[in-house]
């Protein structure tokens, strides 16, 4: 074996290098995984044990969870904003149309805060405990994992008006939709890839019900929805009432992560009219639901990569914003 010259240069990967040369205020702007490897070594672990018992306890949490991450970075960017309660100069996310009366895991998140405080005071922002649980609920229920770029601060403020007006709504046209991804620097196959999160979790039946009844306004159903399952979801979603009902985003793995949203989709059983629209109304989106239908890998590999992108929408760091003690209010 030849022996390497004594002058060989080793190259020590870039994040790494940032991480052992300098303290992490020095590269505002940049996020990288190892952002708390010194100033709190434990905290990955500590996110890890509190979403592994709160799944463990209720398995809806890890799609709550991942949502909420969603929920927050569409908005003001991933700065924690949709975590904050109203008070005298806020006025919180949580009442928005897209999150009111559904958002939830709020307590989940407070048991983490609380544990990572004890262990590194006012260190670890909320808006990285965000972007942590996601990737471990995805984890847990059988999704791929990813690094996660960290070093985002928390915000000073929410938007509810951002929140009514930035969030993907189920009843969207394919072209909103795509826009709003767009405005966030995501392209149409991060559309597609994310909205593979729908494989685990639930929707309620005010959500989908128009698809059941009157579509398009003229009392017909929407015919892109098959028909005998629709006439099962009919059962527990009527026509007026049971608005909270809870329906299965993919029925026939509801708890695990994988590709059976796709499938859905192609047999015409996406719960969402914004689900469906991917197979039905777009050819590129088409193509795309197919291939992921048909490779669980191909899906896994692109999701990990769109949550990364998703997670690197307009975060605070560096001196700006804080990072809260609590998250449910920003610091006295």
């Known amino acids: 074996m030849p022996r390497l010259a004594t002058n ?102 407070d048991e983490i805060k609380s544990a990572l405080e004890k262990a590194c005071p006012q260190t670890v922002s909320c808006a990285d405990i965000l972007a942590l649980a996601a990737r471990d609920s995805t984890v847990l229920t059988g999704g791929p994992s990813w690094d996660v770029p960290l070093g985002r601060r928390d915000s000073l403020g929410a938007s509810l008006s951002g929140s009514n007006q930035n969030i993907p709504a189920p009843n969207n046209t394919f072209q909103t939709i795509l826009t709003k991804f767009k405005l966030k620097g995501l392209h149409i196959i991060d559309f597609v890839a994310l909205s593979g999160s729908h494989t685990i979790g639930n929707a309620r039946c005010t959500s989908f019900r128009q698809r059941l009844y009157n579509n398009s306004g003229n009392g017909q159903p929407d015919f892109s929805l098959e ?95 804080e990072i809260r003690r609590i998250c449910r209010r920003i610091n006295g």
């Open 227 to 321: 028909q005998s399952y629709a006439a099962r979801l009919r059962v527990n979603c009527p026509r007026s009432g049971g608005d909270q009902n809870l329906f299965a985003m993919d029925p026939e793995s509801p708890r695990k992560f994988d590709n059976g949203y796709y499938k859905n989709l192609i047999g015409l059983k996406g719960l969402l009219s914004s689900d469906e629209m991917l197979y039905t109304q777009n050819q590129e989106t088409m193509e795309l639901v197919k291939r992921y239908a048909a490779n669980q890998d191909e899906f896994f590999d692109q999701f990990a990569k769109s949550m990364i992108k998703m997670g690197d929408i307009a975060p605070l760091t560096g001196n700006h914003g």
């Open 8 to 109: 060989a240069i080793f190259v020590v990967p870039l994040a790494l290098a940032l991480v052992l040369c300098f303290p992490p205020a020095t590269f505002a702007g940049v996020l990288y995984p190892q952002f708390y490897d010194f100033s709190c070594p434990q905290a990955k672990d500590i996110v890890n044990s509190v979403v592994s018992k709160a799944v463990a306890k209720d398995a809806r949490m890890a799609a709550s969870l991942l949502r909420l991450h969603f929920h927050d970075c569409f908005v003001k960017g991933c700065d924690g904003s949709i975590l904050l309660d109203s008070s005298g100069t806020i006025t919180s996310e949580k009442r928005s149309v897209p999150n009111r009366d559904s958002i939830r895991g709020f307590e989940v998140v």
